[in-house]
């Protein structure tokens, strides 16, 4: 299984961006999807999930200003990041995860960082 984590960037607080995750060797239907951050000197964290069904989950931090999706025909997953803060400031990692199947797979950060 192989993800590739796209659309970070510098962005102006308040702005947005849009985070893709393109999933390859795996059915990505049946799978669920996640998006996790770490900031310099602290421990990564989750931020969304969406599982196989569609359900969500969200960081009470980020309620109201994310959104994850997926496209289950593109095997990709997003995350749309509004109303930026400072704070969002972070590399953003994307994972893929069936515990029924034992499978947690993760790829390569994206860069997000948010100025004032």
């Known amino acids: 299984v192989q993800l590739q984590a796209s659309g970070g960037g510098l962005v102006q607080a308040g702005g947005s961006l849009r985070l893709s995750c393109a999933a390859s060797?795996?059915?990505?239907?049946?799978?669920?999807m996640a998006w996790y951050r770490q900031a310099p000197g602290k421990q990564r964290e989750l931020v969304a999930a969406?599982?196989?069904?569609?359900?969500?989950n969200y960081a009470d931090s980020v309620k109201g200003r994310f959104t994850i999706s997926r496209d289950n025909a593109k095997s990709t997953a997003y995350l749309q990041m509004n109303s930026l803060k400072p704070e969002d400031t972070a590399v953003y990692y994307c994972n893929l995860f069936n515990p029924d199947y034992g499978m947690d797979y993760w790829g390569k950060g994206t860069q997000v960082t948010v100025s004032s």
């Open positions: 969406i599982t196989s069904g569609g359900s969500t």
């Open positions: 060797g795996s059915i990505f239907s049946i799978n669920g």
